[in-house]
């Protein structure tokens, strides 16, 4: 069985049909876990060698399902669709990653929190260039037509090409009038999660956990706004 064919086409589906049969009972014990605040990586271990899971649902698991509780807390922070004219902080590799793996038949899921997560474990690898310039197009499509007034996008600047793609995403901004800019920094973890007034727009936990405002899921909204995506939906899990 293959699990990349299923998430790019536009077509709903029942998502449990698309994962191993003991990928539901793993979910189930490995959410009762956190909830009793075992260490994460452990327990990705314990139940995924219980449940002879395959490293893309144990990926799943790990960035999928999360404690009642946070995935709880998550979900109030989350804000359904930009407002005209915002002022938006944006996860640039998060974003962009995200969109690219869907473009790329990679597999994507919708977590327990809500937000849109991809289990490429891609990291610091890039994107192949084809796919990188369909998914800065759709982001800058999207930006345009939702009349953001002004991005900030944050890249990771260990990461190999970065400061390439800033020079990108810059040209791009110029390009359609955008007040705002691209940067390379250290750790965009750590400007996200100071940001005082305005959207940022992430799907990464540990970033939302600590985030003071609002947080929209632009990798998320920017493909449903394109396609009909037939995402695999753990905000569904069964208890």
Same mark, same amino acid.
């Given at each position: 069985m293959r699990l990349n064919s299923y998430f790019y086409k536009d077509t709903k589906s029942d998502w449990m049909s698309h994962l191993s049969e003991n990928f539901l009972k793993g979910a189930k014990d490995y959410r009762y876990l956190l909830d009793r605040n075992y260490?994460?990586?452990?327990?990705v271990k314990l139940v995924g060698?219980?449940?002879q899971l395959?490293?893309?649902?144990?990926?799943m698991l790990f960035r999928g399902i999360g404690s009642h509780e946070k995935s709880k807390l998550r979900k109030q922070k989350i804000i359904v669709e930009l407002? &005209?004219?915002?002022? !938006?902080y944006i996860d640039g590799y998060n974003a962009i990653r995200t969109v690219g793996s869907y473009l790329s038949g990679k597999t994507v899921f919708v977590s327990t929190d809500g937000f849109l997560r991809d289990a490429a474990e891609m990291h610091r690898s890039t994107l192949r260039e084809k796919i990188l310039?369909?998914?800065?197009?759709?982001?800058?499509?999207?930006?345009?037509?939702?009349?953001?007034?002004?991005?900030t996008v944050f890249l990771?600047?260990?990461?190999?090409?970065s400061g390439e793609l800033a020079s990108n995403l810059n040209k791009l901004i110029n390009e359609n009038r955008f007040y705002g800019e691209a940067t390379t920094v250290h750790s965009p973890d750590?400007?996200?999660?100071? &940001?005082?007034?305005? !959207?940022?727009?992430?799907?990464d936990s540990v970033i939302i956990d600590e985030c003071k405002v609002p947080v929209f899921d632009l990798a998320r909204a920017i493909l449903e706004s394109k396609y009909q995506p037939a995402f695999?939906?753990?905000t569904t899990l069964p208890d």
């Open positions: 260490p994460q990586k452990s327990i060698d219980r449940y395959r490293s893309v649902e144990r990926t407002p &005209v004219q915002a002022v !938006i310039t369909q998914t800065l197009n759709l982001l800058f499509d999207y930006l345009l037509d939702n009349k953001v007034r002004k991005l990771d600047q260990p990461i190999s090409k750590h400007h996200l999660k100071k &940001v005082e007034e305005g !959207i940022v727009c992430t799907a695999i939906d753990f």
